[in-house]
């Protein structure tokens, strides 16, 4: 069954501090993997994609790993701001047809 | 603003009554699908068009959902005789086969059931 598990579920820090949310998934046939930032009552946002050929993707303060042997993936945020409060959702495509496989993502709360 | 819109973003209703959402995707994008979300959890497939042919429906899809897109451009989803179990987030995305898979959501059109 294509799964997409995260952790953990919801994570508070300080602003100003680092984090990394994990992402594992069991999905068949691998096409590519991204993160999602997803604001409470909003649609998400795409923050990342990596096919299976890469390891790192940077965007801004968002870094995300990919590990394809393991299937796992982290994304980190560095240097976290009050904006980045929000939902955050691994989604792995699979096959050609575009389905995307939710995680049921983690709940990060920047404090100031 | 992703270019993806769906009417309206919110809409209560009475249990056993029919709703209708409507998504307008990016004009170029043929390909347009469906999910639903409740609190607390990532979005679930619910069904995919690719221009108006209707490719895909989940299992969650039941009989009294429906979904259209007749001329390939904006979508519709119906849900008739409206349970307090619909109550949730819908959200619409499109894309190009050829953009990498990038699927781009709208705001969502959020359900509540009374």
């Known amino acids: 069954k294509n799964q997409v598990e995260q952790s953990p579920q919801s994570l508070i820090i300080l602003e100003g501090k680092n984090c990394t949310l994990q992402?594992?998934?069991?999905?068949?046939?691998?096409?590519?993997l991204r993160w999602y930032k997803q604001d409470t009552g909003r649609g998400p946002v795409s923050l990342t994609i990596?096919?299976?050929?890469?390891n790192t993707k940077s965007n801004g303060r968002y870094t995300a790993t990919l590990d394809a042997d393991t299937k796992q993936s982290s994304l980190h945020i560095t240097a976290s701001q009050l904006s980045d409060s929000a939902s955050y959702i691994c989604?792995?495509?699979?096959?050609?047809?575009?389905?995307?496989?939710f995680g049921q993502g983690t709940t990060l709360q920047v404090k100031p | 603003d992703t270019g993806v819109s769906q009417d309206p973003r919110h809409k209560i209703t009475k249990r056993g009554q029919n709703v209708t959402f409507r998504c307008d995707p990016i004009s170029e994008h043929n390909r347009l699908y469906w999910y639903r979300q409740t609190l607390g959890q990532g979005p679930e497939f619910l069904t995919y068009f690719q221009n108006e042919a209707q490719l895909e429906k989940s299992r969650l899809l039941s009989d009294r959902f429906s979904a259209e897109r007749p001329k390939g451009s904006f979508s519709t989803l119906e849900i008739q005789r409206t349970e307090q179990g619909d109550s949730a987030m819908y959200l619409c995305?499109?894309?190009?086969?050829?953009?990498?898979?990038?699927?781009?959501f709208g705001p969502g059109t959020r359900l509540t059931v009374l």
């Open positions: 995305a499109s894309r190009l086969p050829s953009a990498g898979n990038e699927q781009f």
């Open positions: 992402c594992n998934y069991t999905v068949s046939p691998f096409s590519n």
């Open positions: 989604v792995v495509s699979a096959g050609n047809t575009g389905k995307l496989i």
């Open positions: 990596m096919t299976f050929s890469e």
